[in-house]
């Protein structure tokens, strides 16, 4: 890696933890050249603005996410076992988030609306991905004989995956993941439901 993208690399970095924590509109161009040590004439070296530096921030962000979660799911070798997988990654992640502040996903969701519009569809396009893949595990589960085939694949995923949100949600403002591990138990009799 090239040092022109060590320091884009770190301006990300350092930055998404600030729009995590903090929120993109209470983040300031002063506050990213603070945490990164850098002036302002540097970080528009590498990005337009501080919209751009946010986007590239949450693509950051859900890499990180994804690829923590994809090392459980590609461990369990079933459909069930993966989606049980899904639902036990998400509750320690409620209290060890691999990006500081929270969920990045939820937390862009909240502020994304028509003051970011490439934001607002960089996070409805991660939502449509998360949908996807967990239909794609269902209907896996269904082709080789572990989950049955009268399974309403796209209800199932909605609302397995609003259901892990909004208990992130309530954890995180709870201060524990209580709510998370009552969510947890229910996910996996609703698997067991749906397993042969």
Known sequence: MGTADHTRDL???RAMALFNTKGYRATSLSDITKATGMTKGAIYGHFINKEEVAEAG???AVRKVTDTASLAIRAASTAPDKLRAIADYYSDYVLNPPIEGGCPILNTAVEADDDHPHLRAKV?????V????LQKIIHRGIREGQIKPNVNVEETAVLFYAAIEGAIMMSRVEGDNQTFKILQRRLHREIDEITI
């Open 130 to 133: 998360m949908r996807e893949s």
């Open 124 to 128: 409805e396009r991660f939502i449509s």
């Open 58 to 60: 949450f693509d950051y």
């Open 11 to 13: 301006i990300v970095t």
